[in-house]
């Protein structure tokens, strides 16, 4: 057998009344399962046995920015925590409040409070009906600041509040449903279960005092959120299914003469010479020269990310070097390599390097890791590296991350890219989740949920049914993390819409001029784990999911298609339209009608946001425009700016810089170093 990351596990002794250790700062462990184990060659944190999330990613907990967070305790004492053995599964189960909301289980596409709900966390599992979980991450948050995270790589299912045990002293007392009107047919437990098959769980108890700090510690635990390279947060276009290397040059050069914002192009199956399954070579006929292609497109400021299905075609190059470490069973007809065996993650880093990186190639889009059981191998499927097919789909979004992640670290540039299908421990990665899902309320919810869920949520644009729609997608893609047209199937492109190119345009352009304000947002995930986009849930323990702050001090309230007006909570403290300046409410809802070109984008009184005149590719001049502040409210202003070189991992080694910045009535900026060595602007 190769050599494997992933060995058999040992049996653990699961107890009643658990002992509990602090892990790292305001993080408890479950130590009745743990053990030392390695994954890919690795020792993993101790306790973490190999079976857990956190092996599989690598993850290592950031315990200087842990220790920032201060001391910190929880609300519920960890000895009415259970965890015991029921037949073939292991359960756990915590106390949950009444009046207690529980927000994340994953990256649901509807909803907000998971009290009353079922969720069983596996990668292929339909959410709420509707969509399957690109990011089934076994993690909560409590109202009551404080997180629960199963660290565990097999499906688990979580009962909140559902399910009353016959000896709880404390159940509702039952009813008559003939005679009493107040019959509950789902009387609330007060706890919270869980269970997952086999004897292997570790349990994570994360503290506060708030929610967001709870969500904080989980994200640093597991290694901080990424730090994007700068063009990361231009715009993305995706290209035509088979378009040819001078068409794709043809798109790069009308965005430039139309004057439209592009930092990232796209190729989708056609690029390589065979695809469903994949050579992952150049297609001699539509890219015959693909470095001088490559070249040419960063001459003018545009960055290539390649697609990849990655599953391989027999008799390919890569398939040759990668035989024997394959799974047993074939994804549409392409042999799955097994990533968690050592000399396969070396093979596959070893060609994307050769192939793709050494040509200039900045990232990638890793599709179809998150699919049905028809799409992806059986439960029983086999590995070489002892997992089965179950265990695999929960993690193989998550090797392949970690793979391309080491391989760019080890280029010494910085990559973004995207991915169907993700899971827990994985915050760190510098990718994004997408999906063919299309709703576009769907969408601005998973901008919401994908916080909670550890993950960056991509909420790109394919195409609509009217000029109007256009609009108010392209409005809401500009306005969230990663901002991407995707034009596989459709061939769209900003300005297909005739009456919304102008409308498209000054979406676009906004989001470029918020450059250094969205890069200091991410440089705060990968320093605090406050995340680029904050749910309500965070902010205030508000149920909405169709608005959302974005950053420290802007609050985002997309508008739908076929809506004229729509209301908007505003949390506490006054706040000014960002666009005119205008006074529009004091912690209350109000009601908005934007015209077609506005977007409700609202500033807390007294931020001062970095901005830059906008540049049609941030990657290029993002970081070396003039600041141009803009304030509201009267006083002082004060906000954050964070720079870096834009692209290395230099600032892994302190060489950046996050300042506070004021500004004060008379004009004057003041700086205050709270990171970093780099020297504060000048005034």
């Excluded at 760019?408 to 890219?417: I, L, M, V």
């Excluded at 950053?551 to 960002?578: C, I, N, T």
């Excluded at 002082?636 to 810089?657: A, I, N």
Aim: one cysteine or more; proline letters at 8%; charged letters at 20%.
């Amino acid at each position: 057998m190769p050599k494997s990351a992933m060995l058999p596990f040992m049996p653990a002794q699961f107890q009643e009344g658990p002992v509990w250790k602090e892990v790292a700062p305001g993080v408890w462990g479950n130590q009745a399962a743990g053990h030392d184990r390695r994954l890919n060659g690795r020792a993993t944190v101790k306790s973490h046995p190999a079976e857990t999330l956190t092996a599989a990613a690598q993850s290592s907990p950031r315990l200087d920015r842990l220790k920032l967070l201060g001391p910190a305790s929880l609300p519920f004492d960890l000895k009415t925590v259970n965890i015991q053995r029921t037949g073939e599964r292991s359960v756990v189960t915590l106390p949950l409040a009444p009046g207690e909301k529980i927000f994340g289980l994953g990256l649901q596409m509807e909803g907000s409070d998971r009290r009353g709900g079922v969720y069983h966390l596996r990668v292929d599992h339909f959410a709420s009906g509707h969509d399957r979980l690109h990011a089934p991450t076994p993690l909560y948050v409590s109202s009551r600041g404080y997180a629960v995270f199963f660290n565990t790589i097999r499906p688990i299912d979580v009962y909140v509040g559902v399910g009353n045990r016959l000896n709880d002293a404390h159940r509702p007392a039952a009813r008559d449903r003939n005679t009493d009107p107040h019959w509950d047919s789902q009387p609330d437990s007060g706890q919270v279960e869980a269970s997952v098959a086999g004897n292997q769980l570790e349990v994570l108890v994360m503290a506060g005092p708030t929610a967001m700090n709870a969500l904080q510690r989980y994200n640093l635990y597991c290694g901080g959120g990424p730090m994007p390279p700068a063009w990361a947060l231009g715009f993305w276009h995706r290209s035509p299914l088979t378009a040819t290397a001078q068409e794709v040059q043809g798109e790069i050069d009308e965005y430039e003469k139309r004057g439209f914002p592009l930092d990232v192009i796209g190729l989708e199956p056609g690029w390589q010479s065979s695809s469903y399954p994949g050579t992952m070579e150049w297609s001699p006929v539509r890219f015959p020269d693909p470095k001088a292609f490559v070249a040419s497109a960063k001459t003018k400021g545009v960055h290539v990310n390649l697609w990849e299905n990655p599953y391989v075609a027999p008799g390919s190059d890569l398939f040759k070097l990668l035989d024997p470490n394959f799974g047993s069973h074939t994804v549409w007809l392409g042999a799955v390599p097994d990533l968690a065996v050592d000399e396969a993650a070396t093979k596959i880093r070893e060609f994307h390097q050769t192939h793709h990186v050494a040509l200039g190639v900045s990232g990638y889009k890793i599709d179809e890791v998150d699919g049905f059981d028809n799409w992806l191998w059986p439960d029983h499927a086999t590995f070489p590296s002892g997992l089965d097919g179950l265990r695999m789909r929960q993690i193989y979004g998550v090797l392949w991350q970690r793979e391309l992640d080491r391989m760019f670290r080890d280029s010494g540039e910085r990559t973004f890219g995207l991915v169907r299908g993700s899971n827990g421990a994985a915050s760190r990665f510098p990718f994004a989740i997408y999906s063919d899902t299309y709703d576009q309320h769907q969408y601005v919810t998973a901008s919401t949920n994908a916080p909670l869920a550890g993950v960056i949520w991509c909420a790109e644009a394919r195409e609509a049914a009217s000029p109007e729609e256009w609009v108010r997608r392209m409005q809401s893609t500009c306005l969230s993390p990663i901002a991407q047209l995707n034009a596989w199937s459709s061939g769209t492109k900003p300005w297909s819409y005739p009456e919304a190119t102008e409308a498209v345009k000054k979406a676009m352009l906004l989001r470029s001029s918020l450059f250094p304000y969205l890069y200091t947002a991410f440089a705060e995930y990968w320093l605090d784990g406050v995340p680029p986009v904050r749910p309500m849930s965070l902010v205030d323990g508000g149920t909405e999911t169709d608005q959302y702050m974005l950053g420290d001090d802007l609050l985002v309230a997309p508008m739908f298609s076929g809506d004229k007006e729509r209301k908007v909570r505003l949390p506490k403290g006054k706040w000014f339209d960002y666009q005119t300046g205008k006074l529009v409410g004091d912690g209350e809802t109000i009601t908005v009608k934007p015209a077609l070109d506005e977007i409700p984008l609202f500033a807390r009184a007294g931020a001062c946001i970095p901005t830059i005149h906008p540049t049609l590719h941030v990657g290029l001049s993002g970081l070396k425009e003039p600041i141009e502040w803009k304030k509201f409210g009267e006083g002082d202003w004060t906000g954050r700016m964070y720079t870096d070189d834009g692209h290395s991992f230099g600032y892994e080694k302190g060489d950046f810089g996050l300042y506070e910045v004021t500004l004060k009535q008379e004009g004057q900026l003041q700086f205050r170093t709270l990171a970093g060595r780099r020297s504060a602007p000048r005034n």
